[in-house]
T-cell receptor, first 115, second 115 residues
């Protein structure tokens, strides 16, 4: 199994630009999670999906952030417009839903730098 | 609401010795799972070990074991025979049962293994 695949690994952009992060979950997993990690705030859950449906987006910082999951094998997290405070590592993770002992499997993350 | 607390400052251990990383949690859910993840300096999140709230025995995975004390709401990770490669950030996390459960993380503990 290839694991959770995220792209790009690194993204450097200027303030005001649109940023799109991509994620391919592990085949067969039906839950997908987007986390953000910073030194100050640690790991924050932004949004998660079950069976492609957004369940909880209360962690999305503001309207500049949006996430989609058009099918079971692909999700995007978009920031428009980006700001320097969005600089962080963004992780995508997947698991089986409804099975509480199912661990989340994480991608390698996207390191976003907004200048 | 779920809460994970990891309050230890940076931990140090001598190579080949054992070390305990503390984790306490709070939840109103009757059934839940507890997870530990390792994040080395390279940044990936690696699943280590899982403990279910109704499991009768403490979980073990190789050199990792979990000291689970349900009444005290603690789930401490024990690493035996520490190796230099164990130097990393360690996160405790919790997930309640239910189809729409999410994984809540603590702030993490930094472990440094001394040669």
């Amino acid at each position: 199994d290839a694991g959770v695949i995220q792209s790009p690994r690194h993204e450097v952009t200027e303030m005001g630009q649109e940023v799109t992060l991509r994620c391919k979950p592990i085949s067969g997993h039906n839950s997908l999670f987007w986390y953000r990690q910073t030194m100050m705030r640690g790991l924050e859950l932004l949004i998660y999906f079950n069976n492609n449906v957004p369940i909880d987006d209360s962690g999305m910082p503001e309207d500049r952030f949006s996430a989609k999951m058009p099918n079971a094998s692909f999700s995007t997290l978009k920031i428009q417009p980006s700001e320097p405070r969005d600089s962080a590592v963004y992780f995508c993770a997947s698991s089986y839903s409804g099975i509480y002992n199912s661990p989340l499997h994480f991608g390698n993350g996207t390191r976003l730098t907004v200048t | 609401a779920q809460k994970i607390t990891q309050t230890q400052p940076g931990m140090f251990v001598q190579e080949k010795e054992a070390v305990t990383l503390d984790c306490t949690y709070d939840t109103s859910d009757p059934s839940y799972g507890l997870f530990w993840y390792k994040q080395p300096s390279s940044g990936e999140m690696i699943f280590l070990i899982y403990q279910g709230s109704y499991d009768q025995q403490n979980a073990t995975e190789g050199r990792y074991s979990l000291n689970f004390q349900k009444a005290r709401k603690s789930a401490n990770l024990v690493i035996s025979a520490s190796q230099l490669g164990d130097s990393a950030m360690y996160f405790c996390a919790m997930r309640a049962t239910g189809a729409n459960s999410k994984l809540t993380f603590g702030k993490g503990i930094t472990l440094s293994v001394r040669p």
